[in-house]
Structure formats: structure tokens, C-alpha cells
DNA sequence: CGAAGCTGTATTATCCATCATACAGGTTCC
DNA sequence: GGAACCTGTATGATGGATAATACAGCTTCG
């Protein structure tokens, strides 16, 4: 175990940073701002600049040229991968990239109670409890778990449910699925999702919990979903419906483009760099 | 000043207790194990314990009976506010609720490039950058930051912007907004945004960056929405569709069920005076 | 060339999260 | 009542993260 604890401004820096980076606030191939300059920028010390740059650099998302400067990598290579809404990444796999899936835990257990209420199951029943993680060219970006009352889950082998999509399988049983409801959320990465994701602990992650329903209102899947979101993103068309006294947005139905899979412009938790302040003296 | 660094250990126990917590793992109202059991559990000192369930007792997760235990609170009362897909919140309105907008920030400036090349800007353009935040009674649950070229923003006023929802100044000045794309992320809080929602440094917050363009395809509006997800989270209904050989997952339209959702959140009240700024009323 | 800025490295001192331990006071239950 | 829990509180010791400072070598640019 890495007994050894983990910094803490270090750690807040290299975030900052990294959204940045991501973000595209900072250019790829630009260079940072100079470490005596983030030091005062953040009231740190240089020492502990270093430390965040380490830590990018280790990534691959920061390149350090003694003498000159630190500079983001010219390659963003890490694009997210795209889903719509329903969650469908089938053009992913037209793409040519595979997915893989790891079963890491299989087992009938009895349910904590928000699920078994979510699922509508009567008292002491009990429910088939699996987590998987998905990966894509080798690369984790999902960890699964999900909930499946155990008349159903037993209607197939923790061998079939380690290749094949859980959907599937409830539909082979004969159960119909018509309907689901879902929330999108963010959450931090707790241990377990931390190690399965190979991300730190405190790790920002999207979470998609669904509760799947049979025509009779029935409910037959509870999946709870958390994705890298550098990895991963919920991406939709919108088209404006509605008359001029309430015009709203609305999801675009039909295919999902396979356009141009990714323009990602995520997000910067961060703000404007003010420019100018500069001028530290770290010498006497 | 806040240099209080945040704790490992504890932090990372206290997610761990979280995470069991509203996984419903611990049900609401039970006993969890003693901060003696806790510390033997995760092999660090009962100290440590105590600063992950001083955390979990400061967000109203658990409560604390000396002499008795540590309780995981009843009423799990910190239910999000539920937007649906388009980010509707009118539902919220008609129970009453009442949601202002603070204006941050209003200028012009040259946009970073990757919101220039999402609007499609031309080199040198400029572009009107505003940040907001929007409260539902009185707690601020979301920051706003919106990127419009210049040519547009010229034709409403920073007092409007305040007072009316961007979109309808977009519209009112005759460009027609049709369709957009939106991706939903999510990250870690900086500095501004922490501050801004009464957020720790580090917390996670569901992102959405929506990009509105007219019909001939240019780009009017960037809009990059960080959320609290303790008081927003965007739900959905989904049907089936297709046929038998690729049946997914659709978005189910239709007007958004007024769901169990929304639930007063007692939080507590007092802590944080909001900064002073102008509160305005505004629809969604 | 030479000044200015940058990264790499080293040293010392301080701060703080954590540990280990002890004790006080409340609750639960036999 | 009293044993066995529990939370609240205080103590000192320790190690790792951080701060402050100094200097080396490199690059860029006038």
C-alpha cells in the first residue's frame, strides 16, 4: 500500500491546472506561466508548484523544457469519448475501438433500502448485486453497478453476465422493458471507484443512476453508473419547440450524429487568469 | 483566512462514509459503528475518525448523540432541485419557489480559443463575457458563465442581462435560436466558482456547456453551467424504441412530470452572508 | 555577449495532519 | 446501581508537506 500521503496544495494546484488544461483555457503547445508566477498566483511556495507540475508532467499533460518554460502538450490526447443521451456508444464500436468488460463482483444480497424501495420490491426480498467496469482500448472509464431483483437475476449465470449486455439478458427472460427513468449527477471517487477507474481518491466523476421499468410499472434493473468524466461526457442535440409563450428546449430525436466525434470543449472550474500580476521577489 | 488545509484520511473516510450514506448501504436513521470501530477499521487514529464524521455532521448528513452514537439523519432533506433534460426548472416556479440571479461579472474581452472556435469567430472578434449566479430561495445552486459574440451582446444592456434570461435578449434582438448541442460533465470547484456557490475548494459539480446557434449554423451563444449536485441534477424519462435488432433507450418528451421530487431543503439556515451583490428575480 | 527568465536542485525551518493515550460525562441495558 | 458502551476533549510526540532561500545550468532575445 502507498503509505505515503498525498499532498494537499500540491494536489489542489494540479487540479486547477489540469482543468485548465482540459478546458483549453491554456492553448495546447502554450506555455504556463512561469512556477515563481503560479507560486505567488496561488500563495504557495515554488516547491509546491513543483510538486503539481510533477504530477502533470507524469501524466503526459505538461511538457518542462529547462530554461525555457513548461508547456501543455500539443496532443490532447485524451478526447472523451462521446454517449447520447441513451447512453449509446454503438458508434464507438463502428469506430473500430473495442470495449471490454470486467466483472469485479457477483452476488444475491439483500438490498439497501433506497434501491429496494426504487425497485418496488416487497420486504426481505433479495436482489442480484453486480459491479463491472468498462474499458475502452484497454482503458477503464465506467464503473457499474447495478441491481436486479433475484427471480429475474437468476435467469441467467454471472458467465453470461460478464459478456453480455444485462439488458439482454432481461429481455431473453421475457420480461419486457418499456420504460426508465434516470438522473445525471457528480459525485467524488471513493476508494473502490477510484482503484477500479485508476484515478486518485476525491476524483470528480459523473454518476447516471437508472431504474429500469417493465410495462406493469414493475421495476426490474437498478444501474448506477460512474463515468471518468475526462473520458466520458453525455453530449445532445436540442432543438427549440414550443410556441412564443413558452418556447423551451428540447432533446433532437433521431440518430445520433456520428459527426465529428468530439469538439470537446469541457468546462473550467477555474477562472480568468488575471494577467499582469506578476513581479514576485523570491530573492532577498 | 480559510488556509485550513483539508485533511487525507480523514477526507478520504469520509467519502467512504458518504458514499455508503447515500447509497442508502447505512439506512437512514441508523447507528453507524463507534469512532473506535471506525478506527480500527480503516487502521488510523479515532482523531481522524472524528474529523470524516465532523464533515459528514456539518453537510446534515449524520447526526451525533453524546453518549449514544453517530446517526445517519432521517431525513435525507438535501434532495437536489430536478431540471429536466432542457434544463427546465419552470415545474419549481409553480410550487412557489422563488429563483434570483446575482450578476457577477459583464464585460467584453477576447474569448479563449476554444469558445472562439465553438461560436465560429473570426480572429480579433470579441466577444461579451458575463457570469452569473442563480439561487433558489436564497441558496445559490448554479454559476453561469456565457461567452456571446459581440455584435450581439451590444444589443441589450449589462441591467437587462441581469433582470431577463439571455436567451429571450438573444431572441428579442431578431436572431432566431433553433437548435444547440449540449455536453454534460462534470469536474472539481475552483477558487471563484467555490466561493461563488458556498462550496469547499474541490467539490465536484455537474458541468453543462451548451453551444446555441441561428439557423444558418453560426454560433450565438456559449454557455458553460457549473452545478452544485446536492441541490440540481438533470433527470429524465427514457422509452424503448426500435426494433429487435437495435432497440435503445429515447428520451421521453412530453412536458416533465412534477416528480416526488423536489423537497424543501432544510439546510441550515445563517452560515454564509451572500456577498453583496444585486439579486434579481427572474423566470427560468 | 550578456541580461533576464526559466527549470533543476539543495538546505533548513516551520507547520499541520495524524497518532497514541488518557479522562470526563452521557446513554443503554441488565 | 453498575458495567459497557458511546461521544466530547485534551495532551504531547512524530513525520511529512510546505515555506523560504540560495545557487546552478539552460534558453531566449536584444
New binding site residues.
Partial sequence: MKS????????RIYLLLRDRIVAGDLPPGGRL?????LAAEH??????V??A?DLLEKEGLVQ???????FVHDSRAVRPIVADLSNVLSHLIDMGRSTDVKLLSFGYVAPPEAIAESLGLKPGERVQRSVRVRLIDGEPFSYLTTHVPEWLGLTYSEAELAARPLLELIERSGVKTERATQAINATLAGPEPAAALDLEIGSPLLTLTRIVHDPSGRGVEHLHALYRPDRYSFHMDLVRIGDDGERRWSPALGRPRASETAKTDKNKAGEKPTRGSRAIK???
Wanted: glycine content about 10%; hydrophobic content about 25%; proline content about 12%.
Fill in positions: 505515503s500521503v498525498e499532498p494537499l496544495k500540491a494536489r506561466p512561469g512556477e515563481p508566477a500563495a504557495v511556495s515554488r516547491v509546491t513543483r510538486r507540475l518542462r523544457k529547462p530554461g525555457s518554460g513548461t523570491q530573492r532577498s
